[in-house]
């Protein structure tokens, strides 16, 4: 199979290794990115896949709460310039207080909900559209509806959150609800984490190990990988973090500590997973002009 430069560009950037190293990883994994990544980690010359969602769309993200029920909506817009329009704040607030107001479960359903003041929200969404002269779109949505506490945040418009929680305050739950857009937990606990993936990565544990290492007794490489994995499982889990409100202390203990449990979370980022076409101007100048 032909590696191309354009594959080895897209590992380099998931993996931060070097040029020659992506074009070998390639050449003996096929041209498979996946299996390429792993290589390079067992070879020690990748930490991790570091290609994250790719935000690239603009947009918002509003909140909407009351007493056991909460909803973020994400609206999206082709520039940041629409985005901090005053009419396209109005439409997203008004989208999330639909989305509270209403049953519905997912975006279609939002579409045909009525908005306080007469059109669905689709149909403020076709009027949008025609006043700020470009593409909108109401994207996701996520309702979180509970006896229990909930909190939620929305940092800046662009990261909304929210938690679900038993036992502890508001207080608590809005702070979770704070850390969780900071540091963006993958899993809830180390218990959640899937079975395969640890397996995999006690296999790259293994692999990266150090002749000299692999030298010693199998119960010593045992307690070695035991406590690289349990490194990573606490880096990924919401428990395992320490608490950005309080970095002395793992957000497991701050919940222990009011004896409250996280159900579950939903975080949303504007532009999560939209690839964006970067235009080069000057490029498609000259492409037209001829010259290149």
């Not at 020690?44 to 947009?59: I, T, Y």
């Not at 307690?223 to 606490?234: A, D, E, F, H």
Request: proline share 2%; hydrophobic share 40%.
């Amino acid at each position: 199979m032909e590696i191309t430069a354009a594959m080895v560009k897209e590992l380099r950037e998931r993996s931060g290794a070097g040029m020659m190293e992506c074009k070998k990883a390639l050449t003996e994994n096929a041209g498979n990115l996946d299996a390429s990544i792993e290589w390079l980690r067992k070879q020690g010359l990748a930490k991790a896949d570091k290609k994250a969602s790719r935000v690239a769309a603009e947009g918002r993200i509003a909140l909407a709460q009351r007493e056991g029920k909460a909803a973020l909506v994400e609206i999206n817009s082709e520039t940041d310039f629409v985005a901090k329009d005053e009419n396209f704040a109005k439409f997203a607030d008004e989208a999330a207080k639909t989305a509270l107001a209403s049953d519905a479960k997912d975006v279609e359903a939002l579409k045909n909900a009525k908005t306080s003041y007469g059109p669905t929200v689709e149909e403020a969404r076709q009027w949008l559209v025609t006043k700020v002269g470009e593409n909108v779109q109401l994207r996701r949505m996520a309702v979180i509806e509970s006896a229990h506490n909930i909190g939620a945040y929305v940092h800046g418009g662009r990261i909304g959150v929210l938690v679900e929680m038993e036992g502890g305050n508001a207080e608590l739950a809005r702070g979770i609800a704070m850390h969780i857009a900071a540091m963006n937990p993958p899993y809830i606990s180390p218990d959640n984490v899937p079975a395969d993936f640890v397996a995999k990565e006690k296999e790259i544990a293994l692999a990266q190990m150090s002749d000299k290492d692999k030298q010693k007794p199998a119960e010593i490489q045992e307690k070695m990988i035991s406590g690289k994995i349990r490194k990573t499982l606490s880096e990924l889990s919401l428990t395992g973090q320490p608490y950005v409100m309080d970095t002395n202390t793992s957000v497991g203990d701050v919940l222990a500590k009011d004896k409250a449990r996280v159900l579950g979370f939903h975080r949303l980022v504007v532009g999560e997973g939209i690839e964006k076409v970067v235009e080069d101007y000057a490029a498609e100048v000259m492409k037209q002009a001829g010259l290149a």
